[in-house]
């Protein structure tokens, strides 16, 4: 079993250039969200899925797209890359009753924006 | 809103020595606490969850947490620190996210350094 599978690990954005993280799980988890991490911040939620067609936005949303069209993946989009959005990305998934019991994740991608 | 608040951004131990890290929350209900680990270049795993059904958790790799209500306080300690307990600690709450969902609020983080 892999998993929650991110890619690519690492990116190099110029700014206003736009570029997909890919989430895949195989888990069967309904529950799917994406976090990023900066240093000292801990992590926020940017989105979130309960499950395949269904997503809605977290904490820190402005600049980011997802879609969900299958339960398996939860790709994150970014639009036009600014120097804000330079972090490191992780992908979770959960399973149970209303989600967030225990979150499984990904390896995460580290991204920069120049 | 749940929150959580973690007490120092970094702690040194000694290897061998008592791990003390800190967290407090802050809600309305009674919550349902986590601790996760984050080691050099990884996600986050659980370390231990706190749900209700006992004040003191135990995790994995000897660490253990105590719910006290009364201090408002969900500490994750371990009595012996190893080399290989060297990471980043977060504390968790789970929040409501939408309409019977919910999502993991996460403390800023603890970078844990054990010193041979």
């Known amino acids: 079993n892999a998993g929650v599978t991110q890619t690519p690990k690492f990116r190099i954005l110029k700014i206003g250039q736009s570029m997909t993280l890919q989430c895949t799980q195989d888990?069967?988890?309904?529950?799917m969200y994406w976090y990023r991490q900066d240093p000292g911040m801990g992590l926020k939620l940017i989105y979130y899925?309960?499950?395949?067609?269904?997503?809605d936005k977290g904490e820190v949303p402005n600049g980011y797209n997802v879609s969900r069209s299958t339960t398996e993946d939860f790709p994150l989009r970014l639009e036009l890359a600014a120097p804000s959005q330079t972090s490191v990305y992780f992908c979770?998934?959960?399973?149970?009753?209303?989600?967030?019991?225990?979150?499984?994740f990904g390896s995460g991608t580290q991204l920069s924006v120049l | 809103a749940q929150s959580v608040t973690q007490l120092g951004s970094h702690v040194s131990v000694s290897e061998g020595a008592l791990v003390l890290l800190r967290c407090n929350y802050s809600?309305?209900?009674?919550?349902?606490l986590f601790w996760y680990v984050q080691y050099p270049n990884q996600g986050l795993q659980l370390l231990l969850k706190?749900?209700?059904?006992?004040?003191l958790v135990k995790g994995i790799n000897g660490f253990e947490a105590e719910f006290k209500k009364s201090e408002t306080s969900f500490h994750l300690t371990k009595p012996s620190a190893h080399m290989s307990d060297a990471a980043e600690y977060f504390c968790?709450?789970?929040?409501?996210?939408?309409?019977?969902?919910?999502?993991?609020?996460f403390g800023k983080g603890t970078k844990l350094s054990v010193i041979p």
């Open positions: 888990m069967n988890h309904n529950y």
């Open positions: 968790a709450v789970k929040a409501q996210a939408g309409a019977g969902s919910y999502q993991l609020t």
């Open positions: 706190y749900t209700s059904a006992a004040t």
């Open positions: 899925s309960v499950g395949a067609g269904i997503t």
């Open positions: 809600s309305s209900v009674p919550p349902y």
């Open positions: 979770a998934t959960s399973g149970g009753t209303g989600g967030a019991e225990k979150l499984f």
